[in-house]
């Protein structure tokens, strides 16, 4: 049976929006009586959510930025330590250092056996996993609240105390090589966007898939992965969340007693910025074809606006787009025989441009010149429509929505100023979401709209069914070519 | 609150969920939507595994047992109205928080129905939304649900009941209460929306069949499975074809409207209201649930077949070619047939033993399974293992142990040895006196990690109801009192023994590339039988007209 997924893509805009939201934020004052350890600087006390516990942001002397939301719902215990450590810092010969490394963390350290960690956190009954993106590397860890101690000595010591040696490392690199069969390599679909995407990033951090190229993967290094945890597992590179039934001094006090002799700066800053000129893909098509029935395309719409606002004024584009007699984009398109999906958003990474992106699914039946048209069609449309107070209560409510389901869980809430603290460096700021619907005018958000989405800039990568484009084994040769 | 027992991959209602209007949060869309523009990949949660080996050291360190005693567990706070019909209300209050959930659980589905009518079955579950309702057609109900914040989900139960789900702000709920009476008494089921409906449906289906991800591998061999355990002309084993097109063809307007009459009636209808709810919203649901007609009661009409033994005990296998795989994926099952229905007792010790043999399903390493299959010999990606009791519900009496594992081409013969050998170990000698420590104290401890909001609750609360059950009031508190009592070991082992020794019916099903040699290879096991090797492409002719025959 398929499920619904017509219905839930068309509300991935408005869903973006929504989990981005907060009614009542304020910076409360720090109070007089809280004891800090030394070297501990609180830096905010807030609450982004009418009605969540309140967050308290604190930094180390060693610089590790630390936010604690104490909350007693539950006896879980939630502890996420985020590193800017994605693929993005990698380089070309060294791809998938930084996935390949997230795996490296749950082996052995220089004060524990192999199979540690896992033993131990099984032990208190708690569930780990962690998560590596283009952007950044995150450990996350649930557990009962009473284990809070043993936990923080875990986690403590593989960020402190990593073992890199083998058979470990070799192992792992196996295991990664696996992986990569599994996810991309046995995947048409996949294995094609990984050469669409050497071909339309080249010369960007952007390039390589997260999990690394072929070459790299197989010929990594012991050494190269010391380095890479030498130069980028520093206490700097880091932001610790914690959320549990804790008293916040108590917590405070025991992040700092095990993480206060984490040493190190991280050594290379801002290395990941693409340098390419965006007008050299701009008007292009970087497509071939696979053995899929399922196509994909997206246009990508390069912008240098790394704004807050932008993530809203996209949703407020989406909602509009959506809001016809005829239903929402992604019906019509259904209806029309355009595309079996479609959606809108902004692309989140770090420090570099972030493209406005417009996706589609199309059946074999279907044609992407007529997809492309009717969309950009339509956005010529929805960019001259006024912004009415009915819009934006609608927004508002969408929101107000959202926000009642974040608010729900302790870890929900927490991974929701996670993402806000590590993107950006404000917990707070999903707060500005209500000001800046309340205040947008049409004119405003037409000029947003001309810009972010000039059709002149725009490029279009695909992977469509066999015969309609190049076979992607053939692409990078001809693309060479050209 | 349920017992102990590890279910395979389903998490209750939500898994068949198939119209929702739902709002996700930033970090689920952030990472779905990148799909062109960057990629995530986790290690933890899909395993390791590779063409390498080598030796672990041993794990010495103990659980760490917590007191959960000193924790405050509320009891499940419910009340019970009983409406006039012979059907219930239960409100399940939470003061904080401002949302409020609706669930309306229709005794009529799947099983009450004859079988033939399975596909239209589940167009009519779908479209009493997607079909448009009252005055609305479905672009007008979706833009009015959407822009009120209304996520409305329809849905057939694990025990094939018809079941929605309707959640708001509280402040909306008059506006919901008015859609959902639409959508249940007024439901229009329009000519076009249905043809939409097809046409995603044809799409859908076209695109499992070229086979390209593991999720879509893996319903192929969800599929062979079921064949080899049960037989091919076993209700499950035509489950993709459902959505094929002589099926669709099926499927008309006139039936729909025939089933949903039959599927909206109050007689036996439970209803739960939670969230921040008062006696004014109790009462608007009870009006709402006197309109719905009382018809004649119904009950199931049948049931699934139940496992049939084969005559011999061998592992028999089917092994599915594709020929652009350069791994393999593989379910290695031992149906019990003749487990029944356990009892609680049974289910905590099943919990344990399969918290020795495959933690957590796999997801934290170090258990027997992950550590042969991973750890040790470095053969598989992401290697779990599950305990089902109740593997062909709602036919209760036969369970399952299910374990998946990866193996690139070249190392089959050595996966399949292993995986087997490590089975027979754990089924003849059963666990130890510390394992049984370990994970009586893991599972307690499992327990003070987990996050409930009211809505967790009420899934739980749910499950109880589809199963006819209400739940025990003293809910975490019993489950943990259970679990510290199990500590004589000679028990636990005794119910593996007795349940192995009932008779199992072990099959292996993998998609994958292995050559011919290995095949003869894999033929020469002995005890293994090899009952089909199948090209991918020839189980895609066959469902693309219909299933078999």
């Known amino acids: 049976m398929k499920c619904g997924s017509a219905l839930r893509t068309s509300l991935v805009g408005i869903s973006l929006l929504c989990s981005s939201v907060a009614v009542s934020s304020r910076i409360q004052a720090a109070p007089a009586q809280m004891r800090l350890p030394s070297g501990v600087t609180l830096l905010a006390i807030g609450q982004a959510i009418e009605g969540a516990p309140t967050v308290y942001k604190f930094k180390l002397a060693n610089g590790l930025k630390v936010l604690i939301l104490p909350d007693s719902r539950n006896p879980l215990a939630t502890l996420r330590v985020k590193l800017d450590a994605g693929s993005n810092r990698e380089k070309l010969g060294t791809t998938g250092l930084a996935h390949f490394f997230e795996h490296m963390m749950f082996r052995k350290t220089q004060v524990t056996s192999e199979g540690h960690y896992d033993r131990v956190l099984a032990g208190v009954g708690g569930r780990g996993n962690a998560a590596t993106s283009t952007d950044y590397v995150v450990y996350e860890s649930s557990f009962p609240g009473p284990a809070l101690d043993k936990m923080l000595e875990l986690e403590s010591q593989r960020f402190k105390l990593l073992d890199l040696q083998d058979p470990y490392f070799t192992t792992e690199k196996g295991a990664v090589i696996s992986e990569r069969r599994l996810r991309y390599e046995n995947d048409p679909l996949q294995r094609g966007m990984e050469i669409i995407r050497r071909t339309a990033y080249k010369s960007t951090p952007y390039e390589w898939l997260t999990i690394g190229t072929k070459v790299d993967v197989e010929q990594m290094s012991i050494e190269e992965a010391r380095t890479f945890y030498r130069d980028f597992y520093t206490p700097d590179n880091a932001q610790l969340f914690l959320g549990g039934p804790f008293n916040v001094e108590n917590a405070l006090q025991k992040i700092n007693d095990a993480f206060s002799d984490w040493n190190g700066r991280a050594k290379i800053q801002g290395a990941r910025r693409s340098e390419r000129a965006e007008q050299s893909v701009a008007g292009k098509d970087f497509v071939c074809s696979e053995s899929v029935f399922e196509e994909q395309h997206t246009l990508q719409f390069p912008s240098e606006d790394n704004s807050y606002r932008s993530n809203i004024l996209i949703q407020v584009l989406l909602q509009i787009l959506n809001d016809s007699p005829d239903g929402t984009m992604q019906r019509r398109m259904t209806k029309q025989k355009l595309a079996t999906s479609f959606g809108l958003f902004k692309t989140t990474w770090q420090k570099t441009s972030q493209p406005y992106v417009a996706w589609f699914k199309l059946n074999r039946q279907q044609n992407w010149p007529a997809a492309s048209d009717y969309f950009f069609k339509e956005l010529q449309k929805a960019l001259s429509r006024p912004i009415t107070p009915e819009l934006k209560k609608i927004l508002l409510k969408q929101q107000e929505v959202e926000e009642a389901e974040v608010a729900q869980k302790m870890s929900s809430l927490v991974e929701f100023y996670e993402w806000n603290e590590f993107f950006y460096g404000d917990f707070q700021i999903s707060a500005q979401t209500k000001k800046i619907i309340e205040s947008l005018t049409s004119k405003e958000f037409q000029a947003w709209g001309r810009d972010a989405f000039s059709q002149k800039k725009a490029f279009h990568m695909g992977v469509t069914a066999p015969g309609k484009a190049i076979p992607c084994g053939d692409f990078e040769k001809t693309a060479a070519l050209k | ?549």
């Not at chain 2, 049960?230 to 099926?250: C, D, I, N, V």
């Not at chain 2, 608007?284 to 009382?294: D, G, H, N």
């Not at chain 2, 119910?495 to 040699?517: D, H, W």
Request: net charge neutral; aromatic share 8%; hydrophobic share 40%.
């Open chain 2, 1 to 549: 609150m349920k017992d102990f027992v590890m279910l395979p991959a389903r998490k209750k209602n939500k898994a068949f969920a198939c119209n929702s209007v739902a709002i996700k949060t930033l970090t689920t869309l952030a990472f779905s939507g990148l799909v062109f523009a960057a990629s995530d990949a986790s290690a933890q949660d899909s395993g390791a595994g590779g063409a390498l080996t080598n030796q672990r050291p041993v794990v010495v360190s103990k659980p760490v047992p917590l007191n959960w005693r000193s924790i405050n567990w509320p009891s499940l706070n419910y009340a019970r109205t009983p409406v006039v019909g012979g059907a219930a209300l239960y409100s399940i209050y939470a003061e904080t928080g401002k949302k409020i959930r609706l669930d309306l659980l229709f005794e009529t589905g799947v099983y009450s129905l004859p079988r033939a009518l399975r596909t239209n079955l589940a167009a009519t579950i779908d479209m009493f939304l997607l079909g448009g309702a009252g005055a609305r057609n479905y672009e007008e109900l979706q833009k009015f649900l959407a822009d009120n914040g209304i996520q409305v989900s329809t849905t057939t139960t694990q025990l094939g009941q018809f079941h929605i789900s309707i959640e708001m702000l509280s402040t909306d709920f008059p506006l919901a209460m008015a859609a959902l009476e639409d959508m249940l008494l007024r439901p229009r089921f329009d000519r076009d929306a249905l043809e939409i409906w097809k046409m995603e449906q044809a799409d859908a289906f076209q695109g499992l069949l070229d086979g390209g991800n593991s999720r879509k591998q893996g319903r192929f061999v969800e599929q062979e499975a079921i064949r080899l355990a049960f037989g091919s002309q076993h209700y499950f084993a035509h489950s993709l074809a459902r959505m094929s097109k002589p099926e669709l063809e099926k499927v008309s307007q006139d039936k729909l409207r025939q089933i949903a009459g039959l599927l909206v009636n109050r007689a036996g209808l439970n209803v739960v209201l939670s969230g921040n709810i008062n006696s004014k919203l109790e009462q608007s649901v009870v009006q709402l649930m006197k309109k719905i007609p009382r018809l004649t009661p119904v009950t199931y009409a049948w049931l699934p077949e139940r496992v049939q033994r084969p005559e011999n005990n061998k592992l028999r296998m089917t092994i599915i070619r594709k020929a652009d795989l350069s791994q393999a994926t593989l379910t290695l099952r031992y149906y019990l047939p003749n487990i029944g229905k356990m009892n609680r007792i049974e289910r905590t010790r099943m919990t344990l033993l399969r918290e020795v043999f495959s933690a957590s399903g796999g997801v934290i390493g170090n258990d027997r399974f992950s550590k042969a299959m991973r750890a040790d010999s470095g053969i598989s990606y992401g290697p779990h293992a599950s305990f089902d009791p109740e593997s062909i519900e709602p036919n209760t009496n036969t369970g399952s142990w299910r374990l998946n594992f990866q193996s690139p081409n070249e190392r089959l013969i050595e996966a399949v040895k292993l995986a087997t050998k490590t089975w027979d170990s754990f089924t003849s000698k059963g666990i130890t006196q510390e394992e049984l420590e370990n994970a009586r104290i893991s599972r307690i401890n499992t327990t003070l990690a987990t996050e409930q909001t009211v809505f967790d609750k009420v899934d739980d609360f749910l499950e109880d109801l589809e199963a006819r059950v209400l739940p025990n009031p003293l809910g975490v508190e019993g489950s943990l009192v259970r679990l510290e009592q199990e500590k004589d070991l000679s028990a636990v082992n005794q119910l593996l023994f007795s349940q192995i020794n009932a008779g199992t019916v072990p099959i292996l099903v993998m998609i994958g590339n292995p050559s011919e040699a290995t095949i003869t290879e894999l033929r020469a096991i002995p005890g293994v039988e090899i009952s089909k090797v199948v090209a991918f492409e020839d189980l895609v002719k066959e469902l693309i007209e219909g299933g078999p025959k």
